[in-house]
Every structure is written in C-alpha cells, then in structure tokens.
Nanobody
Framework: QVQLVESGGGLVQAGGSLRLSCAAS????????MGWFRQAPGKEREFVAT????????YYTNSVRGRFTISSDNVQNTVYLQMNSLKPEDTAVYYC????????????WGQGTQVTVSL
C-alpha cells in the first residue's frame, strides 16, 4: 500500500505562483511513476504532469507546459508541482497519484488540495 498526502494549495492572484507537495509513504518503490491531476468544478479530472522516479523523465499536458514544473525528491519520497503564471482556469482540486510502471491506471491517490486563482 502507498499513502499520499498533498499540501500547498491555497488562494493566489492570477500571475502568481504556488508549490504543491505530495508526501508518499508505504511501499514507495523508486520505479513508481508519480503524477499530478486536477478536477475543476463541473469537469472531469484531467492529467497535469507526470515524472518517473527512476529516470526523472517528465511529461506535461499542453495547457501547463512552460508554466508548471514537476520534480521528485526520492530521498524524502516527495513530489512537487511548481506552478507559475497561474491563471483562473487553473482553479481546481489538485491530486497526486502513483502507479507501478506496468500498471495501466494510477493505483493510489491522495485526498487532494484546493487551488484557487483569482483575477
């Protein structure tokens, strides 16, 4: 089992920055993939970014590429999402998740942290 706890959400003005953290505990193997997802009110949950804990490779959805940066501290078992140049459309509950590389779907999820971007 893997437990994930997100933190760092809050209210920020458009153009501002936030850094989200996701602390992992339990069976946190170094080969696991870590991802950030978000869900805005009335919308489906969408993928934001992912990082491989084994080689550090990253991937972003187009709407955040160049503004958000995902990183991983494998010693602290923590994944970060640095969010810059925030826009009102980034408002959502942000979730971190993890899976084994061979798994089709993300297997473990955190409880989410609210990010609200005001005009």
């Amino acid at each position: 089992q893997v437990q994930l706890v997100e933190s760092g959400g809050g209210l920020v003005q458009a153009g501002g920055s936030l850094r989200l953290s996701c602390a992992a505990s339990g069976r946190t193997f170094s080969t696991y993939l870590m991802g950030w997802f978000r869900q805005a009110p009335g919308k489906e949950r969408e993928f934001v970014a992912t990082i491989s804990r084994s080689d550090g490779s990253t991937y972003y959805t187009n709407s955040v590429r160049g503004r958000f940066t995902i990183s991983s501290d494998n010693v602290q078992n923590t994944v970060y999402l640095q969010m810059n140049s925030l826009k009102p459309e980034d408002t959502a509950v942000y979730y971190c998740a993890t899976k084994r590389p061979e798994a089709v779907r993300y297997e473990y999820w955190g409880q989410g942290t609210q990010v609200t971007v005001s005009l």
